[in-house]
């Protein structure tokens, strides 16, 4: 008797996605939130660790390119230092965080926000990236139902996340970030099911590094000013790649919007003076999301 077994990969992923989709909706919705969390807690250890890791591989280029040079004064973090290396701590007191105070959310909660061996406060920032995360994926789940489109648009919805918060926090968007994110686009959109057909991603890739790199420079030429950096060329070209090139207007509006209305707020707040430039990555990265999911309705408001 010939075994029934199927080589093929494909056949074998989708029998457990046959079997996710045959839970009940609420285990559906309990599995992506729990693994949003999750993943979402993996996010804030990224978004803490990857600026430094680049900083140290740039600084080794630098160093033996030039070894004259002066050194700047080391970052105060151990020497193995990667997403896994060292287990997180409390930056205080360094106590090290035993494993169900890495629980998402809860953990925070329980500990009211407070470390747990010296009482210093915790950044919110932790359990609403983590929320974020879990709510991006029940999102996912409920805009494309238990298929594999809904992993792809949380995994983009999470390096979105990711590269919005390190762009906010230090001016960069990494290319570690938004380059894989671009080729994941295009293969994505490669096959039947994808989110645009592979001419449209095909075509957004390229009108979306363009289109950001021309107003660059437009307002260089005009104004000398840059408000912007080639790291949201890239973005916005990765977001072209997945959403294809029609969704491109609106999430660049979307997020000149979203940009001026937040820097009207900071400055009145007195957070930023006016002249300072505003990251565009985070706002970029909230229009390519927004995007995703309600699809392009402002075109049809517009007329
Ligand atoms: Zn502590």
């Known amino acids: 008797m010939q075994p029934s077994f199927d080589p093929s990969a494909a056949h074998f992923a989708s029998r457990y996605l046959a079997a996710f989709a045959a839970l009940p909706v609420a285990v559906q919705y ?9 993943i979402g ?3 804030t250890v ?15 280029e630098v160093d033996s390119a030039m070894p004259e040079a002066p050194k700047p004064s080391a970052d105060p973090y ?15 007191c360094k106590h090290v965080l035993r494993a169900w105070e890495n629980i998402p959310v809860i953990s925070y909660l329980a500990l ?13 920032r932790y359990p609403l990236v983590e929320l974020a995360s879990g709510v991006l994926a029940a999102l996912s789940l409920y805009a494309y139902g238990p298929t594999w489109p809904a992993l792809a648009a949380f995994g983009l919805c999470a390096t979105l ?29 490669f096959g039947a099911g994808g989110f645009a057909t592979l001419h449209d991603a095909v075509t957004g890739a390229i009108v979306g590094y363009l289109f950001l790199w021309c107003v660059y420079w437009l307002f260089r030429l005009v104004r000398g000013v840059e408000g912007m950096g080639y790291g949201d060329f ?16 609106q999430v660049v509006l979307i997020a000149a919007v ?22 565009f990555g985070p706002f970029l990265a909230a229009g390519g999301a927004i995007t995703l999911f309600v699809g392009t309705p402002l075109y049809s408001l517009l007329g």
Request: aromatic fraction near 10%.
């Open 78 to 92: 151990p020497e193995r230092f990667n997403l896994a290396v060292p287990r997180s701590a409390c930056p205080h």
């Open 30 to 38: 309990g599995f992506a939130v729990v693994l949003g969390l999750v």
């Open 112 to 124: 009211r926000g407070r470390c747990s061996a010296c009482g210093a406060r915790v950044s919110p």
């Open 258 to 279: 979203a940009g001026a209305a937040f820097g009207i707020v900071a400055t009145w707040r007195k957070r930023m003076r006016f002249e300072e430039p505003l990251p």
């Open 234 to 249: 890239k973005l916005l070209a990765a977001i072209g790649a997945w959403l294809g090139w029609s969704a491109l207007a």
């Open 41 to 43: 807690s993996f996010l």
């Open 46 to 60: 990224v978004v803490h660790r990857l600026p430094v890791m680049l900083e140290r591989a740039w600084r080794a």
């Open 161 to 189: 996340l990711t590269a919005g918060l390190i762009d906010y926090d230090t001016r960069y968007l990494p290319d570690v970030l938004t380059l894989p994110l671009l080729w994941a686009g295009l293969i994505v959109n």
